[in-house]
């Protein structure tokens, strides 16, 4: 089994920062993706920004220049630094992490609880 836990999640006003965290804990061989993902009240959720066991990114459009993903593979970890936050960031923030159980070849993908993000002056 594989627990995802995300933290720094808050209330910040409008063009302030914030740094997500993703812990991926459990049965891991390894770790191929980390992702974040949001969801706003009355929306469906959305990937945000993707991080390849590589070091390759994929951000959603309408967070590049303004969101950075990053990983330490040591410690199974993702960040997502939050920088110039805006109205519409407000959401839950959910960490994805995708890879292959210890002892096997079977693949997961878990998700965190998730860690609420809101951007209000």
């Known amino acids: 089994q594989v627990r995802v836990v995300e933290s720094g999640g808050g209330l910040v006003q409008p063009g302030g920062s914030l740094r997500l965290s993703c812990v991926a804990s459990g049965s891991i061989k390894s770790i191929d993706v980390m992702g974040w993902h949001r969801q706003a009240p009355g929306k469906q959720r959305e990937l945000v920004a993707d991080?390849?066991?590589?070091?390759?990114?994929y951000y959603v459009d309408s967070v590049k220049g303004r969101f950075t993903i990053s990983r330490d593979n040591a410690k199974n970890t993702a960040y997502l630094q939050v920088n110039s936050l805006k109205t519409e960031d407000t959401a839950i923030y959910y960490c994805?992490?995708?890879?292959?159980?210890?002892?096997?070849?079977?693949?997961?993908?878990?998700w965190g609880q998730g860690t609420q993000v809101t951007v209000s002056s």
């Open positions: 991080i390849f066991e590589g070091g390759n990114t």
């Open positions: 994805n992490v995708r890879g292959i159980y210890s002892g096997t070849i079977s693949t997961f993908s878990a």
